[in-house]
């Protein structure tokens, strides 16, 4: 005895090109067993001359082989060591962010205007995010200290232990030596409507 199911017959198949890079998702979908498959395909485009990829869902491809100037879902510009510093969205907007020589994200800005900035100490560590809205005040929105002199056995040096953001606050007490948690604590603030101000620390 045979039985059809829905997902019978519906395969997913990836196209690369030559260079590796997945142009094509084709997904044969259907959502009742009696109704013929349909076809849907994914888009993705890589630029031989820039550092452009855009992606494509099966309705703006449809959309896009009969016009060509319909705008891709996703669209990424990246750098030369391969970070993306430009995103275009349709759902989500644009998104553009900068990295220090290390490839550390350091500042983002957004298409609703607000912008963080994010700062590390000598060892590369994220210590302090800052952030600010559109015609508002910047503010710290997380601070981060690491475990250094004193707390080895505990299994606690480098690693984050304190940190405050608009949550609370959330202590790591001790961890073992596989680099499980075994202890943690997190005291939230009395008001979750209010965003807290951070002292700003330099590093």
């Given at each position: 005895?045979?039985t059809?199911?829905?997902?019978?017959?519906?395969p997913?198949?990836?196209?690369?090109?030559?260079?590796?890079?997945?142009?094509?998702i084709l997904?044969?979908?259907?959502?009742?067993?009696?109704v013929?498959r349909?076809?849907?395909?994914?888009?993705?485009y890589?630029a031989?001359d820039?550092p452009?990829?855009e992606k494509?869902?099966?309705?703006?491809?449809?959309a896009?082989?009969?016009?060509?100037?319909?705008?891709?879902?996703?669209?990424?510009?990246?750098?030369?060591?391969?970070?993306?510093?430009?995103?275009?969205?349709?759902d989500?907007?644009?998104?553009v962010?900068?990295?220090?020589?290390?490839?550390?994200?350091?500042?983002?800005?957004?298409g609703?205007?607000?912008?963080?900035?994010?700062t590390?100490?000598?060892?590369?560590?994220?210590?302090?995010?800052?952030?600010q809205?559109?015609?508002?005040?910047?503010?710290?929105?997380r601070?981060?200290?690491?475990?250094d002199?004193?707390?080895?056995?505990?299994?606690?040096?480098?690693?984050?232990?304190?940190?405050?953001?608009?949550?609370?606050?959330?202590?790591?007490?001790?961890v073992?030596?596989?680099?499980a948690t075994?202890?943690?604590?997190?005291?939230?603030?009395m008001?979750?409507?209010?965003?807290?101000?951070l002292?700003?620390?330099?590093?």
């Amino acid at each position: 005895m045979c039985t059809v199911t829905v997902a019978s017959g519906t395969p997913v198949i990836s196209v690369n090109d030559n260079r590796g890079f997945i142009v094509r998702i084709l997904n044969w979908n259907r959502e009742k067993a009696s109704v013929p498959r349909r076809l849907l395909v994914n888009h993705s485009y890589h630029a031989d001359d820039s550092p452009v990829e855009e992606k494509r869902d099966p309705r703006l491809f449809s959309a896009w082989l009969k016009d060509r100037s319909v705008v891709a879902n996703l669209r990424n510009m990246s750098s030369l060591a391969g970070q993306v510093i430009k995103r275009e969205s349709t759902d989500s907007g644009w998104l553009v962010t900068l990295f220090d020589a290390a490839a550390r994200l350091v500042w983002l800005t957004d298409g609703r205007g607000a912008t963080q900035e994010q700062t590390y100490d000598g060892l590369g560590r994220l210590v302090q995010t800052r952030e600010q809205q559109k015609d508002g005040e910047k503010r710290v929105s997380r601070i981060t200290e690491y475990g250094d002199k004193g707390l080895e056995g505990d299994n606690l040096k480098g690693l984050p232990v304190r940190q405050y953001d608009d949550s609370g606050l959330q202590i790591i007490h001790s961890v073992a030596l596989s680099g499980a948690t075994l202890q943690i604590s997190q005291q939230f603030l009395m008001s979750g409507d209010i965003a807290p101000k951070l002292a700003c620390r330099r590093h």
